[in-house]
């Protein structure tokens, strides 16, 4: 089967950094999206990945392994407004996305 | 400023009650999604569609209907709500042109059947 899995929930600092990581499962693979969602909105399009590698926007980074599987969110000087919840959400062959179930990230003080 | 536009935002309606949830965009993508998110957990797809006159059944789509007369409308129609129709409900849309293309989210219709 297809699935996607991510932390429940993380805890972090004001000015920190933090890492949401993801695993993936799907029957082919055309990309990686991340989306950031806060609570009742809806979720905005942060970063994709295709290529084995990190991608760099300003404070967010998003890398991906496709050998493994895996990709990761990593979010630096962490302010309260990036406390929101975090999509992982991949694309299987036939381009249809399967979406983690989020991390809410928390920011604290 | 959204490009996309839900409404309504908010929906108390009672059970059997056949209800319409309307969704367009301005940005004269193709592609329109319909999901299904209910808190903490992951987006559901119910229906899509590459264009006009075109539609397709995603994982909870036996218990909605949905139309693409226009490229920029994408109505989602319950014929019969339920309790367990009691849920967010989100729509989409993307560029065609590259299969990649992020999607544009509207802000949701919360459902609340009684």
């Known amino acids: 089967g297809q699935n996607i899995d991510q932390p429940t929930e993380m805890t972090a600092t004001e000015g920190a950094i933090v890492q949401i990581n993801c695993t993936y499962q799907t029957s082919g693979f055309n990309g990686l999206f991340w989306y950031q969602q806060h609570a009742g909105e809806a979720p905005t399009f942060l970063s994709y990945?295709?290529l084995d590698g990190l991608e760099e926007k300003g404070r967010f980074s998003s890398f991906l392994s496709r050998s493994k599987g895996y990709s990761y969110l990593l979010l630096k000087e962490l302010q309260m407004k990036d406390s929101a919840s975090y999509l992982c959400?991949?694309?299987?062959?036939?381009?249809?996305?399967?979406w983690g179930a989020g991390t809410k990230l928390i920011i604290k003080p | 400023e959204a490009d996309i536009y839900q409404t309504p935002r908010y929906l108390v309606i009672g059970t059997g009650k056949k209800i319409t949830l309307e969704c367009s965009q301005t940005m004269g993508h193709d592609k329109m999604y319909w999901y299904q998110q209910d808190p903490g957990m992951e987006l559901h797809l119910i229906h899509y569609?590459?264009?006009?006159?075109?539609?397709e059944k995603g994982d909870l789509s036996s218990e909605s209907t949905v139309s693409r007369i226009r490229t920029e409308h994408f109505p989602l129609t319950l014929e019969s709500a339920r309790p367990s129709h009691t849920s967010q409900y989100l729509c989409a849309s993307s560029d065609r042109g590259r299969d990649s293309s992020p999607l544009h989210f509207g802000n949701g219709t919360r459902l609340t059947v009684t």
């Open positions: 569609s590459y264009g006009v006159n075109s539609t």
């Open positions: 990945n295709v």
């Open positions: 959400a991949a694309m299987d062959s036939n381009y249809q996305l399967i």
